[in-house]
Antibody, heavy 119, light 110 residues
């Protein structure tokens, strides 16, 4: 069965970077796009960007352009989301989500990784 | 892109029907049939329940249905059950490889 497994919670200081992995299993990793979505405490879901796991092409929300980098390791079936210059407002749960092929929807989600930015 | 507009809350009694709207623009909801809906219980990851406006993934009860008219999509939950109490989010493709989510609606089963 399809599973997306993310790493445990992280605590970072303002100005630091964080890299969150998302290990996929149960399907052909390179055949599906992977998206990243975040949710600040008590707030809405916010789309961050996505990667074509086959060719590595990426697209980022304008809001995160320049501060977020999404990569993938096809051999490890793992996607990564790295965010730099962290600030307190980046405290949130970060989710990876697989895109249902060509349907514009996110059919499987990771369990989420809480990133807390605090001095 | 700005978030899609959803009512902050909705409610209904068990057995009743409730509709949740999701209003976008002619650049997202109105332009594409890539509207999807997600159910999120507290502390859990979202679960997708509708894709391409009105399609239900396998395993999702037919009590959940979706539709769209112009720039507004809607999710209807019929025969409300206690376990339907959750937050609901819409999402739409917004062109140029971008996606946008709605602000979320908290559904309360009275």
């Amino acid at each position: 069965q399809v599973q997306l497994v993310q790493s445990g919670a992280e605590v970072k200081k303002p100005g630091a970077s964080v890299k969150v992995p998302c290990k996929a299993s149960g399907y052909s990793f390179s055949s599906y796009a992977m998206h990243w979505v975040r949710q600040a405490p008590g707030q809405r879901l916010e789309w961050m960007g996505w990667i074509n796991a086959g060719n590595g092409n990426t697209k980022y929300s304008q809001r995160f352009q320049g501060r977020v980098t999404i990569t993938r390791d096809t051999f490890a079936s793992t996607a990564y989301m790295e965010m730099s210059s962290l600030r307190s407002e980046d405290t949130a749960v970060y989710y990876c989500a697989r895109e249902l092929g060509g349907k514009g929807a996110f059919d499987y989600w990771g369990q989420g990784t809480l990133v807390t930015v605090s001095s | 892109q700005s978030a899609l507009t959803q009512p902050p809350s909705a409610s209904g009694s068990p057995g009743q029907s409730v509709a949740i709207s999701c209003t976008g623009t002619s650049s997202d909801v109105g332009a594409y049939n890539y509207v999807s809906w997600y159910q999120q219980h507290p502390g859990k990851a979202p679960k997708f329940i509708i894709y391409e406006v009105s399609n239900r993934p396998s395993g999702v009860p037919d009590r959940f249905s979706g539709s769209k008219s112009g720039n507004t999509a809607s999710l209807t939950v019929s025969g409300l059950q206690a376990e339907d109490e959750a937050d609901y989010y819409c999402s739409s493709y917004a062109g140029s490889s971008n996606w946008v989510f709605g602000g979320g609606t908290k559904l309360t089963v009275l």
